[in-house]
Nanobody, 116 residues
């Protein structure tokens, strides 16, 4: 079974930066599309950014130009570099791995709080 562990969350001031990491254990990481999602209390979980096996990226409109997703297949790790953070970015951020024919796997989430 694929296991995903997020880290790097915390409290940051508006305008600041934060880097999230998601370390994966399992055999399908290199063949999986990786994504970051976020969810606030009472809201649905929504896509923040994703990256395919060949490096194609996709970003939600609110984070375009501010967030960057990347992956290191040698380390089985996906990153989310978050810049110019805003209070509305406050959420629990979840890492997701997806491979067609195998399904999706989720991490437990890491809290990001943007506040002065």
């Amino acid at each position: 079974q694929v296991q995903l562990v997020e880290s790097g969350g915390g409290l940051v001031q508006p305008g600041g930066s934060l880097r999230l990491s998601c370390a994966a254990s399992g055999s399908i990481f290199r063949a999986s599309t990786m994504g970051w999602y976020r969810q606030a209390p009472g809201n649905q979980r929504e896509l923040v950014a994703s990256i395919t096996t060949d490096g194609r990226t996709n970003y939600a409109e609110p984070v375009k130009g501010r967030f960057t997703i990347s992956r290191d297949n040698g380390k089985n790790t996906v990153y989310l570099e978050m810049n110019s953070l805003k209070p509305e970015d406050t959420d629990v951020y979840y890492c997701r791995a997806f491979r067609g024919g195998y399904g999706a796997y989720w991490g437990q989430g890491t809290q990001v709080t943007v506040s002065s």
